[in-house]
């Protein structure tokens, strides 16, 4: 996996990317979100550098033979640890963590994966999770 300098907007855009991975698939309605929020101008990139960061983290994890949709879950723990490392800025971690919550929210279903990225981004950095407004977005998990 390439690596980023630390706190650079391709490393909190990558995070951003992977959460949007997290169930599968990237929606149109994810995608609308984040142009509505100006993802390139509050992470400081256009909005082809985002694209552009999400096209490299696809081709990263086909080449280490991540990539079969769960991105964030089929990494190792100290691979994942080694890209949240990337971004240590507590204002630029609120930034990611916010607009992971927005984009996740966006088609207004909350997957279990989406849901463990967000809390696994929040852990890690010592956040709180974002709220989210979709109807099952904190439906209790029940084991089998």
Not at 32 to 39: E, G, H, I, K, S
């Amino acid at each position: 996996m390439r690596t980023y300098p630390r706190n650079s907007p391709q490393a909190a855009a990558r995070i951003l990317a992977l959460s949007l991975l997290a169930d599968g698939h990237v929606s149109q309605a994810e995608m609308a979100r984040l142009t509505q929020l100006d993802v390139g101008g509050r992470l400081g990139m256009d909005a082809q550098g985002f694209e552009a960061v999400i096209a490299d983290l696809c081709m990263d994890l086909m080449a280490t033979g991540t990539l079969s949709g769960l991105a964030v879950q089929q990494l190792d723990e100290a691979a994942l640890d080694s890209l949240l490392a990337e971004v240590t800025d507590p204002g630029l971690q609120l930034i990611v963590l916010q607009l992971c919550g927005a984009a996740i929210d966006a088609d207004a279903h909350v997957a279990e994966d989406e849901r463990a990225v967000l809390k696994r981004l929040a852990d890690h950095w010592h956040l709180p999770v974002p709220v989210l407004r979709a109807p099952n977005a904190y439906r209790a998990t029940v084991a089998a």
